[in-house]
């Protein structure tokens, strides 16, 4: 039965679709091509759609009564017959394309990480910078990176040749630590070449003559400046504030200082050459949470425009999806006492990540205070939204910090103290729970705890 | 508070339940190749991050 089954199927497939088409170009050209073509066309098709329901089906005849009408169809069938290559791949990319929208709008979203605010759960992204003079891979070792490791790399050439003017911002950690980051300003830019995105740009000096640097707009540059241009002095805070003696410092107050670099950059030569490896990219589910209720342990994906913390300064709602930790339902009580979170008087369970950060291993750093969750404060979770934080919780913006920081809107303070809800995830903001990493290829590929 | 008019519901599920039914009908005469094709070029757009 089996080759001969399949080739009768195929045959009935073949005079099926033959007799849509006729269908197709009747609706579409029946004006065009006279009540005569249409009758002689409905004749034929009739004929097919009579040896195709036969019992049983005469292949001989369906043959025949497909080349019939496959000979009255062609004179009539315009664009729609014969169907041409270009016409039946733009029908392919479309169904496909509304396959795409349908499967990311009720099941399954692609997210990106852009932060390491989950780290080492998800990693954002990340730099890799390559020693001047060294070189970075050849270019088919730059495709390879490219298509395992999502690195994208950046080669930014010297304007003149000296020392490079390295300008640092002091500031302080939500520890209270002080911190030097090398400012940037944020500038609109293209992404996929026609997409409208904003970057951040670095602006250093040489000779007078400026370099500037763009980068995608949550990637942090100041390691990759560490690495290359002071190359044996570890990170940035050990530049400008531990060992600032060590170096050439050109200007210096309490807020910023401006740095010249260990070494020298030559006109026309690379003065940075790094990669920037792409976030773990990961699908979000969007179908669970319309039956069932998050848990505490979840990580999940909400949408940021509802939150009052994350507002800005003017009150422009901050419109973006952050990926984060559930760890507190409506009526929770919080408490941090580093490294552990309380849930209720309890050290908090339901996922692995939080007994790694309770014993600072496999890199979790283990919860720290931020903004709102001092030592002694608890914070308790009101109906209707929910409590979220990062992994990385000396490196996470999250529901303890929003609201409580110069840069958020300035009503969020008293908004706080008189109980309204500035820092938590309302409920209608969830958008699902992230369930797979399907890229990069790296060790965290697979399911998503 | 946003109320839906049933009526404009109902429409809008008709013509939902009409599109799904007309893909999975144009779907239904691929040969196994576009199929394939489809899926691959399905799973590629649903895997882009915009």
């Known amino acids: ?449 | 508070m946003l109320t839906l008019d049933p009526q404009l519901l109902a429409s809008f599920a008709g013509f939902s339940a009409r599109s799904i039914f007309r893909t999975i009908n144009i779907m239904s005469n691929y040969t196994l190749f576009k199929l394939k094709a489809v899926i691959i070029l399905a799973v590629s757009l649903c895997s882009l991050s915009l």
């Open chain 1, 1 to 449: 039965m089996g080759l001969f089954g399949q080739s009768k199927k195929k045959l009935y497939k073949e005079g099926h679709h033959l007799v849509q088409l006729a269908e197709k170009v009747i609706n579409y050209r029946s004006d065009v091509i006279g009540e005569q073509a249409v009758a002689s066309i409905r004749q034929d098709q009739q004929a097919l759609i009579d040896a195709l329901t036969a019992k049983p089906m005469q292949d001989a005849d369906v043959q025949r009564c497909m080349k019939n009408l496959d000979t009255c169809l062609k004179p009539h069938g315009g664009t729609i017959y014969p169907v041409t290559f270009l016409s039946e791949n733009i029908e392919m990319v479309l169904v496909a394309a509304i396959l795409a929208i349908g499967v990311r709008s009720f099941f399954l979203q692609p997210f990106k990480i852009p932060t390491n605010s989950m780290y080492p759960t998800y990693a954002g992204m990340t730099g890799e910078a390559y020693p001047l003079g060294e070189g970075a891979p050849s270019k088919a070792g730059q495709l390879f990176r490219l298509i395992t490791k999502g690195a994208s790399h950046y080669v930014v050439d010297a304007p003149a040749s000296g020392r490079v003017e390295v300008q640092v911002a002091y500031g302080r950690d939500a520890t209270g630590e002080p911190i030097a980051q090398v400012p940037y300003e944020i500038v609109s830019g293209k992404k996929f070449l026609v997409l409208s995105t904003q970057k951040r740009r670095y602006t250093f000096v040489v000779n007078g003559q400026p370099l500037h640097v763009e980068v995608p707009l949550d990637f942090d540059l100041t390691p990759i400046v560490a690495q290359s241009f002071f190359p044996n002095a570890g990170d940035i805070n050990q530049v400008a504030i531990q060992d600032i003696g060590k170096h050439q410092v050109l200007r210096r107050n309490a807020n910023q200082a401006i740095l010249l670099s260990d070494n020298s950059v030559t006109q026309g030569e690379p003065a940075l050459d790094f990669d920037i490896l792409t976030g773990d990219m990961l699908f979000v589910d969007r179908f669970s949470y319309n039956f069932f209720r998050p848990e505490v342990g979840d990580p999940f994906v909400f949408r940021t425009n509802q939150i009052e913390g994350l507002r800005a300064a003017d009150g422009t709602p901050d419109d973006k999806y952050y990926i984060k930790r559930l760890v507190g339902l409506p009526g929770d009580t919080l408490e941090v006492k580093p490294p552990v979170l309380y849930r209720n008087g309890e050290p908090i369970t339901g996922a692995d990540a939080f007994e790694k950060n309770f014993n600072r291993e496999d890199l979790y750093p283990g919860y720290s205070y931020m903004g709102w969750m001092t030592a002694g404060t608890t914070e308790t979770v009101p109906t209707g939204y929910f409590y979220a934080m990062g992994d990385n919780s000396p490196f996470s913006y999250d529901s303890r910090g929003w609201g409580s920081n110069a840069m958020s809107t300035p009503y969020a303070f008293e908004d706080k103290r008189a109980g309204l809800p500035v820092n938590f995830v309302p409920e209608k903001e969830v958008v699902g729970k992230a369930v797979f990493i399907f890229y990069p290829l790296t060790h965290r590929w697979g399911l998503a705890e």
